[in-house]
């Protein structure tokens, strides 16, 4: 409780260090916020049970069922996998002969397509915990400075001093803390939606090339 009044009141705008408080509080709700988006996007919208969607579009590719496999993908086409799979199914079923360089071309089309947008701001839950945490450190020299500069002072009573002192250093911990209170949530969700999107990645490269193998060795 003590900690948390503390806190509070090193919110206070008459407070030292108060502007790098509220930076900091900034930056952590642009990392929320960015964080809520990715985490739907990457593990909710764009996620797929890879093997056992693969394992149902390669039984009707080999039973020569394609435009069942077509519909299959048209209603997940929003998430990663079935969006690039749907693209080299549609050539597959358009060409009369097999074009294995065409069905490549629109399988790298869809995979061009969709890792920009897997990978999508993602990079800035990265920098946005390392600004916090600088910011947090120039609010911890801010508040040395301050307690420095109580000590050197001229004319003012040694219970002024240590008053003076105690504030520059709780401005220097109460800066750090917050910084790190910021950063290191925001680096444990980069870490698990990079993890992620990584995943997804691989998988599309995986399924993908035996799509192709088995399409050009069914036809």
């Avoid at 519909?71 to 690039?84: M, R, S």
């Avoid at 897997?118 to 301050?146: F, P």
């Avoid at 250093?169 to 803390?177: F, G, R």
């Amino acid at each position: 409780m003590v900690f948390l009044n503390q806190f509070g009141k090193a919110f206070s705008w008459s407070e030292p260090g108060s502007f790098y408080m509220y930076f900091i509080a900034l930056f952590g709700a642009i990392a929320a916020a960015i964080a809520i988006e990715r985490i739907y996007y990457i593990m909710v919208r764009s996620n797929v049970n890879a093997d056992k969607f693969m394992a149902e579009i390669r039984k009707l590719v080999a039973g020569g069922n394609i435009e069942r496999a077509i519909e299959l993908c048209e209603k997940g086409k929003q998430k990663a996998l079935p969006f690039v799979v749907l693209r080299g199914l549609k050539r597959a079923n358009e060409s009369e002969t097999l074009d294995f360089r065409a069905i490549q071309n629109a399988v790298d089309e869809g995979t061009l397509e969709v890792i920009p947008k897997l990978k999508e701001r993602t990079n800035y839950l990265s920098m946005l915990a390392n600004v916090a945490t600088l910011t947090g450190l120039m609010g911890t020299i801010y508040g040395l400075i301050l307690s420095f500069a109580s000590v050197a002072a001229e004319g003012i009573p040694e219970s002024e001093k240590s008053k003076l002192l105690a504030n520059g250093i709780s401005t220097a911990m109460n800066t750090t803390i917050f910084g790190l209170m910021v950063a290191i949530p925001t680096l444990v969700v980069y870490t698990v939606i990079s993890s992620r999107t990584s995943k997804i990645i691989d998988e599309l490269d995986e399924h993908l090339v035996k799509l192709i193998n088995l399409i050009t060795g069914n036809r």
